[in-house]
């Protein structure tokens, strides 16, 4: 009995699902689970309003089964709001496996995965991200046709990366006009940090402009690579938030503006890849507004993968998803604009103008 007591007062310190900030009204929450694989993930359905729910699936070796829970409400509700900004019939999800996927990730343990998914009844559809490769998503594909990315063999839109990249190099060309009254980035001192796949595609497109760039990532052999191959300079500093560059690109993993780092940013524009680079959206998207930073929300510019697998649902080509996402150098001016007229912060404005497409849909709906 007394061990039953202690269990319960030990239970009742923890924050309940329902209360963590990252929660933000998800509608369904799946945790998945499979000894014979070893698999544990966890499914997060923010907001189906627009559409069935799509987002990637991250593989990544978490500190602990509460840290990939947050990780994956802060990305579902981040797809939620990029999917409604850029005009897609798409509701927001994603998901996340617990493990290395350079030990962990076995065969067996994505088809499991898939298997899962396919249990929701094409409410959430899932893609690439982090740790998972479209081979990860023919493998699903077997099992579920709740899955995009898939090999253009297949009938797929192939590895999204490369138009996400483009989104995200629009984006930026859109903020350097707002900041720096021109698009162009020829002669621009630009900090690439992460240098994935989508890192990588927008070292390619920042250099054949004639930016000046640096790349940051934990990989040695990784950055020299990427270096040698586009004329780039290995960042040698210890601290890159402190680099004296034009335009900061977070192209890794999220919250890297955030309480300690805020304050070195000599950047006066931030523009990248990464998901949920504010830590806290409201307290640093102030600070930024007030230390005259540009900050390029990260929901709107890497949208263009969702947009390049958004046309294996309704059946458009590349073309037309390289089009869609050129489109969001306009609207990322579009929500630059509004933020100023309003005097809040850009991340309020693409907040302000997502919500209104669901909200709106939402009345359709009740009529």
Not at 74 to 93: D, F, Q, V, W
Not at 103 to 116: A, L, N, S
Not at 237 to 243: M, P, R, V
Request: net charge negative.
């Amino acid at each position: 009995m007394t061990t039953e007591i202690t269990t319960a007062k030990e239970l009742h310190k923890i924050d309940p699902v329902f209360g963590q900030l990252s929660f933000d009204n998800h509608e369904q929450i799946v945790f998945c689970n499979d000894k014979d694989t070893g698999l544990k993930a966890i499914i997060g359905i923010h907001n189906t309003v627009l559409g069935p729910a799509l987002g990637g699936t991250r593989m990544w070796k978490y500190n602990n089964e509460w840290e990939a829970l947050n990780d994956v409400l802060r990305l579902s509700r981040g797809m939620t709001y990029k999917s409604a900004i850029s005009g897609l019939n798409l509701g927001g999800g994603k998901a996340v496996i617990i493990g290395d996927s350079k030990v962990d990730k076995t065969p067996e343990m994505i088809t499991k995965f898939g298997q899962f998914v396919g249990s929701l009844s094409g409410k959430y559809i899932t893609a690439e991200d982090v740790g998972t490769t479209t081979e990860d998503m023919d493998r699903i594909h077997k099992v579920t046709n709740s899955v995009t990315g898939i090999s253009e063999s297949l009938g797929g839109s192939g590895n999204p990366s490369p138009v996400t990249a483009y989104g995200v190099y629009m984006g930026m060309k859109a903020a350097a006009q707002y900041k720096f009254g021109t698009a162009n980035l020829a002669g621009k001192k630009i900090m690439v940090q992460g240098i994935g796949h989508v890192g990588e595609t927008l070292v390619k497109y920042l250099t054949e402009e004639g930016a000046l760039v640096q790349v940051a990532d934990l990989s040695r052999s990784r950055m020299e690579e990427v270096a040698k191959k586009y004329g780039t300079v290995v960042f040698e500093g210890n601290d890159l938030y402190s680099a004296d560059v034009d335009i900061y690109a977070p192209c890794a993993l999220g919250a890297t503006v955030n309480d300690e780092t805020i304050h070195k940013i000599k950047a006066q524009v931030i523009a990248g890849a990464a998901n949920n680079q504010l830590a806290n959206e409201q307290v640093h998207g102030a600070i930024l507004q007030e230390k005259g930073i540009v900050y390029a929300p990260d929901f709107l510019i890497n949208a263009g993968g969702i947009i390049n697998v958004y046309g294996e649902i309704v059946k458009y080509g590349k073309d037309e998803a390289m089009r869609r996402t050129e489109n969001i150098f306009n609207t990322t001016l579009e929500i630059f604009a509004l933020a100023e007229q309003r005097g809040i912060t850009t991340q309020q404005a693409a907040m302000a103008i997502a919500e209104k497409r669901i909200e709106d849909r939402k009345k359709e709906m009740a009529n």
